[in-house]
C-alpha cells in the first residue's frame, strides 16, 4: 500500500512561476523526503525534513511538514525549464532500515 | 565515484525465463533496496538489505529473489518471469536518511 498521496498529479505552469505540490500520508513517520525523477531516469533526493521540523529550505525549495494534519508541502519558487520532472514525497516511518514509502508522484510541466 | 550502478539497462525475456539484475555501490553504503517502478505509479519495495549477508521482504517480493554476498552489491533475481513483472527495476544505497539511486533497468517479459 502507498502510504504518501501527492496532489495535484499533474502541474503545468508557465516559467517564472511558482509551483506548489501536496503530499499527505496516513501514519506517523520518522521523516518525510522529496525526490524528483526527470523522464527515464533515476530518482534525486531533494531534501528530508524531520518530524519534529516544521519548515525547511534548500535554494529554491521550501518545504513544510504539519504532522498534526500529516501533510507536506513542496514549493518549488521562480521555476525553470529544468524543473520539468515527476516529484514524489516519500515516508520513512521505520526505525533502523529507513524503508521508504512512495506516493505516486506529481507531474510538473514548466513551460517556455 | 560511480555511485550506483545497475546492469542491465533493459532487458527482455520471455514468460518462465530466468535472470539476475545487478546492483553495485561504492560509498560503503549498510542499507541498499530494490523497487520496481509501473506506469505512473511510484515506487514500490521489492526486498531491502541492512547489511552484508542479510535481507528481508518488502512491499511486493513475491516472485523475487535477493543475495547480499559483498556489502556492495545487491542482486535480484527471478526464477520463473511473469508478465506481471513487467516494470522498471531501481536499485539504491543509503547509510541514514537519503537514498542514492541507480539509473534503473527497464524490464519487459513477453
Known amino acids: 500500500s502507498q502510504q504518501g498521496e501527492e496532489d495535484p498529479q499533474a502541474l503545468s505552469i508557465q516559467e517564472g512561476e511558482n509551483a506548489t505540490m501536496n503530499c499527505s500520508y496516513k501514519t506517523s513517520i520518522n521523516n518525510l523526503q522529496w525526490y524528483r525523477q526527470n523522464s527515464g531516469r533515476g530518482l534525486v533526493h531533494l531534501i528530508l525534513i524531520r518530524s519534529n521540523e516544521r519548515e525547511k529550505h534548500s535554494g529554491r525549495l521550501r518545504v513544510t511538514l504539519d504532522t498534526s494534519k500529516k501533510s507536506s508541502s513542496l514549493l518549488i519558487t521562480a521555476s525553470r525549464a529544468a524543473d520539468t520532472a515527476s516529484y514524489f514525497c516519500?515516508?520513512?516511518?521505520?526505525?533502523?532500515?529507513?524503508?521508504?514509502?512512495f506516493g505516486q508522484g506529481t507531474r510538473l510541466t514548466i513551460n517556455p | 565515484n560511480a555511485g550506483v550502478t545497475q546492469t542491465p539497462k533493459f532487458r527482455v525475456l520471455k514468460t518462465g525465463q530466468s535472470m539476475t539484475l545487478l546492483c553495485a555501490q561504492d560509498?560503503?553504503?549498510?542499507?541498499m533496496y530494490w523497487y520496481r517502478q509501473d506506469p505512473g505509479m511510484g515506487l514500490r519495495l521489492i526486498h531491502y538489505s541492512v547489511g552484508e549477508g542479510t535481507t528481508a521482504k518488502g512491499e511486493v517480493p513475491d516472485g523475487y529473489n535477493v543475495s547480499r554476498l559483498k556489502k556492495q552489491n545487491f542482486l535480484l533475481g527471478l526464477e520463473s518471469a511473469a508478465p506481471s513483472q513487467t516494470s522498471v527495476y531501481f536499485c539504491a544505497s543509503s547509510y541514514w536518511g537519503e537514498q542514492f539511486f541507480g539509473p534503473g533497468t527497464r524490464l519487459t517479459v513477453l
Open positions: 560509498m560503503n553504503h549498510e542499507y
Open positions: 516519500a515516508t520513512d516511518a521505520h526505525q533502523g532500515a529507513q524503508k521508504l514509502v
